[in-house]
């Protein structure tokens, strides 16, 4: 069983110690109350918000660095500021409460983005990339880790409803049958002309997306998981139902992951560094070049 229960917070360098460990070797830790606040009025309007273009924005995304929110659907300018606020102050909120949790990771982690997921996941309609009930692990086509790791907190906010997940094999199985097999290693593993360009272009100032080897494959083993219907259709599952106003964190770099449904979840996400790692050898990036027997990053 994947999942840790946690009841009460320990916050000291010893519990956070345990809590990593359980969170790199897989586990996801399961908050049965969300244990930030979350005022009530937020939550309320929350739950009247629309997110604009669905097949495009997944989500409605909250950019800490920027205090910028997008993917929502037009509306009044007091509207929109209140959703900012109310962004803002979840995001501010579940940092610190994760911080006191991890204090060794929060040291060194960036604050990525949070999101907000306004759209019912069953029978949801979006390209096969981008479907979210297809197993996968997560890569981020614009934010490249370079194997700095995902580490996600979400927390249903649906008054009545679970949101339901299926977890599968995690990234070490996963990657001894495919890295190789899928063919995705070797390609990497190949410096192209493209990638040459790429590094070129940025030496020149221009604004690309560099992707290290190990980028190229986590963003490739994204879409060959999500595709591979023979996989998908054979794998060993658990089905996890988190029920409303739970919070969970989990590596999804690592576990494999799929909502199956749920509408209205919040998530913050965190890039923790290779360095502040308890189990740096558990790390996606340790076991591709272990497999790869080069550097990937
Ligand atoms: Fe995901």
């Known amino acids: 069983m994947p999942l840790t229960t946690i009841e009460a917070i320990r916050s000291d360098d010893v519990a956070g110690l345990t809590y990593c460990r359980a969170l790199e070797a897989g586990q996801i830790l399961l908050f049965p109350r969300a244990p930030f606040e979350l005022p009530a009025g937020d939550r309320a309007f929350?739950?009247?918000r629309r997110q604009a273009g669905a097949g495009y924005h997944k989500n409605i995304a909250y950019r800490p660095q920027r205090d910028r929110v997008t993917g929502v659907v037009k509306q009044a300018a007091d509207?929109?500021?209140?959703?900012?606020h109310i962004l803002?102050?979840?995001s501010r909120r579940v940092a610190?409460?994760?911080?006191t949790l991890l204090p060794t990771y929060a040291r060194a982690w960036r604050l990525d983005f949070a999101s907000f997921r306004p759209q019912e996941e069953a029978g949801r309609s979006l390209p096969p990339h981008a479907r979210n009930d297809r197993l996968h692990v997560d890569a981020f086509p614009t934010r490249p880790s370079g194997g700095d790791r995902i580490l996600r907190v979400f927390t249903n906010i649906n008054p009545?409803?679970?949101r339901v997940w299926l977890t599968g094999?995690?990234?070490e199985r996963l990657a001894e049958r495919f890295a190789l097999s899928s063919g995705l290693l070797p390609a990497v593993q190949r410096p192209s002309l493209a990638r040459r360009l790429r590094r070129l272009a940025r030496s020149l100032g221009l604004p690309v997306t560099v992707r290290s080897p190990y980028d190229s494959f986590m963003m490739g083993f994204h879409h060959f998981l999500k595709g591979n219907l023979e996989y998908q259709q054979a794998a060993q599952t658990e089905r996890l139902a988190f029920p409303p106003a739970s919070t969970w964190l989990v590596f999804t770099?690592?576990?494999s992951h799929a909502v199956l449904s749920g509408q209205y979840a919040l998530e913050q996400t965190f890039i923790v560094p290779r360095e502040s790692l308890a189990l740096p050898e558990k790390a996606p990036i340790a076991i591709l070049e272990r497999i790869a027997g080069a550097k990937l990053a």
């Open 46 to 48: 929350l739950l009247t």
């Open 160 to 162: 009545t409803a679970d």
């Open 169 to 171: 094999d995690n990234f």
């Open 96 to 99: 610190g409460f994760a911080a």
């Open 88 to 90: 803002r102050d979840y």
């Open 253 to 255: 770099d690592m576990v």
């Open 79 to 84: 509207d929109a500021d209140r959703l900012r």
